[in-house]
């Protein structure tokens, strides 16, 4: 049970109203933090599909470097055996000539 | 509130922005000061308001949010609360003079205790809640709650039993 002096005190610590503007301020507020909000998601996808994009062109470009390396070698490796084959027919037929010309 | 109808933020802040005003401003004793930290715990509270599942875990929530926001925004900005007459418009008189002279008086004094001695009267006596509400509301054990009670009012009763002394 509260005594007079404690009503006295509930009396002064009685509610008060917030200026008449109060509740459209904090509206305002709220959709303004709202589109923030919405902005620093959209910022955020946007800094993920750019980070997407660039792992995948740098990986596609990577791709590509390697498979033209790997054919490099192969087209090396295909000129050496064709020069190998023409040193040996040359060889052969240099042979050839010299019997044909003993004969 | 109409627990048929589907719970909206706009309809809780009508409802409660006087509570959570109140609450500021007897702590802070300054309008615009109290107008802010109502406002960040709308903002607060619209954050996460899906959240709630009931009427009674919303007001609950805003008082505890509403103490705690006041007591941190005297400690960032170092605000005194103001001792005597503040600039907030004077409420209508509606009893004797003298009535409206010993309000003002205790609310000058409710402003020069200590912080949370202070917020535990303001819950206690604008909210009506009970030490252990009070003690949930702040995170204080509810022993200390009922000192402060017990100190505040002493003081109170000192001071005021005084100051009509003088004025008789």
Known sequence: MMDDFEKQIQDALARKEPSPFFEARVLGAVKRQARDRRASMRMWWAT???????????????????????????????????????????????????????? | ??????????????????????????????????????????????????????DTHILFWLRKVASHRSIDYVRKRKLQAAVGLDDAPAPSVDGQPED????????????????KPRMVMVLRYQEDMMPEEIASAMDM??????????????????????SMGDVR
């Not at chain 1, 033209?68 to 084959?85: I, S, T």
């Not at chain 2, 002279?101 to 205790?113: A, K, P």
């Not at chain 2, 054990?141 to 005084?162: G, N, Y």
């Open chain 2, 141 to 162: 054990p509810v022993r200390t709650v009922k000192s402060h009670l017990q100190r505040s009012l002493a003081m109170l009763r000192e001071k005021i039993d005084r």
């Open chain 1, 48 to 103: 993920v599909a750019a980070a997407l994009v660039i792992a995948i062109a740098g990986s596609a470009w990577q791709h590509q470097r390697s498979e033209q390396a790997r054919e490099d070698a192969a087209g090396r490796e295909a000129k050496a055996r064709l020069e190998l084959a023409l040193r040996i027919t040359s060889v052969k037929l240099q042979k050839i000539s010299q019997k044909v010309e003993g004969i």
């Open chain 2, 1 to 54: 509130m109409d627990h048929a109808e589907p719970r909206t933020f706009a309809a809780v802040l009508r409802a409660q922005q006087s509570m959570v005003f109140s609450i500021a401003y007897h702590f802070l004793r300054d309008r615009p000061a109290a107008e802010e930290v109502a406002q960040d715990v709308f903002l607060e509270l619209h954050k996460r308001f899906e959240k709630f599942e009931s």
């Open chain 2, 100 to 115: 409206h002279f010993l309000n003002r008086r205790l609310q000058s004094l409710i402003g020069s205790l200590p912080e």
